[in-house]
């Protein structure tokens, strides 16, 4: 019970501090040269070893009042407190509700936002304290698919360039006589006409063009791609397409993804890991099968109850949570844990003491799939899912 | 049908099942086109369906199939010009919407059949407050004063279970969460107690537990009124939880219509059938996604035959050449599955393996 004295001590120290005991320790590398940095980060890492790890990252937006002289008057906590490692060749989906900032994490992954405190760690060098060189290799191996193929490309460059545009910023990747060659494998790669390099985004459909925007990704060999909500925008018969080349792309090369959605569904087809954030703070994180048909935090419970499944006969066996009220603001998130207005089982405990996300007591120690992390106080199995 | 069709340009009164037995709303061979700078888009090319009191229809289609423009054309409120419906009838209630005038129409709509759109934030006016454009609908249709007016408008936001709706009566669109913006949208259209009501994407802005939320109102609220209910939606999900009668359309037909158990468990269109595989499931892990080949077709330049035929893993050369009818789907033996039919050629091998 080493994660429950952790946790006792923790809570005693500080209730307000987000510690996440049980996550693996990180090996922080000792690289201090820009040389050595650059070294550490082209190392390979094993399969299965953690790529990324993050620690206790938090972000807030300030807001502010008054124009000239703006005074900040509190903070939309967007992200408050998130920890996850991404092991090399997997997939850890994220989902989540709307607001629960599940891509604010992707951005400050790809350092597109500054974090306000936490730590990101690729391949063991904390990412949010490098910068120049080192920074610019690190962005080369993490790069990003955006969710809305119709805004992401720029309509006035071609689909050449578009994909080539990478090279512009890494020379290094590729020889400038070899470039054109190099987007036309692209193009291939990722099921499209070579013969296509010359045309602009209009002239593909929203299927063809979140395809460019994965062979952007893939233009400099990254090590890990950042899919923020990848297939929402797409139609039913398209997102299988594109949802089977991403899921053929990753074994071909070796890519660990982090995959962020809202569509219950699809996560669970491609991720081997699965977390579940509200409220800017992971609820629970686990294999696909331990969150899926053994979740253990209400809110997991209630997101899975809801969620429509398309068999008239299965989806009338189902157990159904039907969540009462909205989100609340993430700018004056509810103390303790920040599920408790919507939970049917809030007690003043959770009120006053915020979970942590750890595995819980009851199941800690047990073999049991549904010992894994669960940021309740009161945990318990409960199969919303029935099994097919 | 025999029923002729009066010109009283009054509607009959009795709401539900009409002895006549004529169905709340029929669509009938309706065909809609817009005309383009590069030609003519057939968007809706020969629909047919029909939906009675307190019966669910869902219309169920991927973008471009037509379906929203077959809500549009019921509602009156297609564009036209570009929009042109060069032949077909909307029956509501045994008459002819299109061939009423404008002022007829106008009472129809709002009053007897009612929309609720998609997107909440981008139908409700962000510079008026809710209260007075639930209001409108009593001042322009009634006629009541302003002040009964809000009231009304209380009461019917009290009906969606907004909460504290007295307080929020004078709110703004903005002050709303998109769950309850919905919930506004739907009290709108419940307003004058309509007949039928179009919900043109309901939920799909919306967060799952939400949606959820909204989904039910909706069904309790239809029950409660016994209104009809046009569901369109791409969604197969929330398809399967609520609705009667499912039409599946493709490229402006529809190519399959079934009660929406039988759907589910026996696809007659490979259509459907690849629908129904290309969806992960909650509730099972499987290995590659079947992926239905290709994409949906320009309405420029339909394919000619049947229009599914170069994505079709079935299709064989009568597909290119003759565009099936819509065949009535009956067991091996030949006995009669009421409501059902597909599209197909070869509809008996697609439901019998």
């Keep these: 019970m080493a994660d429950s004295a952790k946790n006792d001590k923790a809570v005693a120290a500080d209730a307000d501090t987000d510690v996440t005991p049980n996550v693996s320790e990180v090996e922080v590398s000792e690289a201090s040269t820009t040389a050595e940095v650059e070294a550490v980060l082209d190392a390979p890492v094993e399969r299965g070893e953690p790529i990324l790890q993050v620690r206790n990252l938090v972000k807030h937006f ?33 989902v989540g509700e709307s607001g629960c900032g599940k891509s604010t994490v992707a951005k400050l992954l790809m350092m597109l936002e500054t974090a306000t405190s936490g730590e990101i760690f690729y391949k063991g060098q904390d990412i949010t304290k490098l910068s120049g060189r080192a920074l610019k290799a690190v962005r080369r191996n993490i790069q990003m698919v955006f969710q809305d193929p119709y805004t992401s490309l720029n309509p006035r460059m071609t689909v050449g360039d578009i994909i080539g545009e990478p090279f512009e910023i890494h020379p290094e990747a590729a020889p400038k006589g070899d470039r ?30 979140q395809r460019i925007g994965i062979a952007r990704g893939l233009a400099l060999n990254p090590e890990v791609i950042i899919c923020d909500e990848p297939v929402s925008a797409l139609d039913v018969s398209v997102q299988a397409q594109v949802v089977n080349l991403m899921e053929k792309l990753q074994d071909e090369f070796n890519l660990s993804y982090i995959f962020i959605a809202h569509d219950l569904s699809i996560v669970r087809h491609i991720s081997d ?24 935090h209400p809110y997991t419970q209630a997101l899975l109850s809801a969620v429509p499944v398309p068999d008239p006969a299965a989806s009338a066996a189902r157990d159904r949570i039907i969540l009462t ?6 700018a004056n998130p509810p103390s303790g844990c920040r599920f408790r207005t919507r939970c049917w089982k809030a007690q003043d405990k959770c009120a006053e003491e915020v979970p942590l996300l750890a595995v819980p007591e009851v199941f800690a120690g047990r073999k049991t799939p549904a010992a894994h992390e669960s940021a309740c106080h009161f945990a318990e199995e409960r199969q919303v899912v029935p099994a097919a | 049908m025999t029923t002729t069709t009066e010109k009283t340009g009054r509607v009959p009164e009795p709401r539900a099942g009409d002895a006549s037995g004529t169905p709340l709303l029929e669509v009938r061979d309706l065909h809609v086109e817009f005309h383009t700078r590069d030609g003519v888009a057939k968007a809706v090319n020969g629909v047919n369906y029909s939906v009675n009191a307190g019966e669910t229809l ?20 297609l564009d036209m010009p570009p929009g042109k419906i060069p032949q077909g009838e909307i029956l509501f209630k045994g008459q002819d919407m299109l061939k009423m005038s404008a002022e007829e129409r106008r009472k129809i709509r709002g009053s007897k059949i009612a929309m609720i759109f998609q997107d909440a934030l981008s139908s409700l006016n962000p510079v008026l407050s809710v209260g007075y454009q639930l209001g409108e609908m009593f001042r322009v249709h009634q006629g009541l004063s302003k002040k009964d007016a809000k009231a009304k408008a209380v009461e019917l936001m009290d009906r969606v279970r907004i909460p504290a709706a007295k307080q929020r009566v004078g709110d703004y669109p903005h002050q709303f969460s998109g769950g309850m913006r919905q919930r506004i949208m739907i ?83 490979p259509y459907t059938r690849g629908l129904l595989d290309s969806i992960p499931r909650l509730d099972q892990k499987g290995q590659e996604l079947y992926a239905i080949k290709g994409l ?58």
């Design chain 1, 62 to 94: 300030p807001l502010t009042q008054g124009i000239l002289f703006k005074k900040q008057i509190g903070a939309v906590k967007a992200v408050d407190g998130v920890s996850f490692d991404l092991y090399q060749g997997e997939t850890l989906g994220i």
């Design chain 1, 180 to 209: 054109r060659q190099r987007v036309r494998e692209l193009l291939d790669v990722v099921g499209l006409n070579p013969e296509y390099i010359n045309r602009y985004p209009h002239q593909f459909s929203g299927g063809q063009r």
């Design chain 1, 273 to 296: 890991r699965v977390g579940v954030m509200y409220l800017g703070k992971m609820a629970e994180i686990g294999s696909d099968s331990e969150i899926y048909d053994h979740p253990t």
């Design chain 1, 325 to 330: 009220g909205d989100v609340p603001s993430p």
């Design chain 2, 58 to 77: 869902a219309v169920l289609g991927e973008s471009g199939s037509g379906k929203s423009v077959t809500a549009q054309a019921i509602m009156g409120i």
């Design chain 2, 187 to 269: 009290a709108m259209a419940l307003a004058l107690e309509p007949d039928l009501i179009i919900a043109d994407e309901p939920t799909t802005a919306l967060d799952v537990t939400v949606q959820a939320q909204v989904m039910d109102l909706l069904a309790e609220l239809q029950r409660e009124f016994n209104m009809g209910l046009i569901l369109i939606t791409h969604d197969l999900g929330v398809v399967a939880d609520v609705a009667d009668k499912i039409a599946v359309m493709y490229a402006g037909r529809i190519v399959e219509t079934a009660p929406v158990k039988e759907l589910y468990a026996r696809p007659a269109h």
């Design chain 2, 296 to 353: 949906p077709p320009n309405l420029l330049r339909i394919p000619a035959g049947c229009a599914f035929n170069p994505r079709c893993p079935r299709a064989e050369d009568l597909c290119r050449t003759e565009s099936p009818a819509l065949h009535a789907v009956t067991e091996r033996d030949g006995t009669a599955l009421p409501g059902r039919g597909s599209a197909c050629h070869f509809w008996k091998e697609t439901i019998h393996g």
